[in-house]
Nanobody, 124 residues
Framework: QLKLVESGGGLVQPGGSLRLSCAAS????????IMWFRQAPGKEYEGVLC????????YYADSANGRFAISRDNAKNMVYLQMSSLKPDDTGIYYC?????????????????WGRGTQVTVSS
């Protein structure tokens, strides 16, 4: 059974860091694009950062560029989102999602399989 489980969220002060983890089961992550989405309170889902089959990363949230990084551990079947210099605007529920292919695309409709999310709150 295909499953994605996010972890690592929490409350952090502005300027702090968090590393989110996405544990995959029922499939291998490396042939697929894996995207981190987030949903801020009262807002739509927003693509943040994606890792493609070849290991390249694509930013979809301009605000994340230079502060967030995505990585993958094929042996552990995990994908990570390293977030630093966090801002209150980064607050939201963060989801990892599996793409239909190994190529990163921006539309959430191209990511049919999602985890349940992990809450990130950036506040002093």
């Amino acid at each position: 059974q295909l499953k994605l489980v996010e972890s690592g969220g929490g409350l952090v002060q502005p300027g702090g860091s968090l590393r989110l983890s996405c544990a995959a089961s029922g499939f291998q992550v490396d042939p697929y694009a894996i995207m981190w989405f987030r949903q801020a309170p009262g807002k739509e889902y927003e693509g943040v950062l994606c890792i493609s089959r070849d290991g390249g990363s694509t930013y979809y949230a301009d605000s994340a560029n230079g502060r967030f990084a995505i990585s993958r551990d094929n042996a552990k079947n995990m994908v990570y989102l390293q977030m630093s210099s966090l801002k209150p605007d980064d607050t939201g529920i963060y989801y990892c999602a599996r793409g239909m292919s190994g190529t990163c695309r921006g539309s959430s409709t191209l990511y049919p399989d999602w985890g349940r999310g992990t809450q990130v709150t950036v506040s002093s």
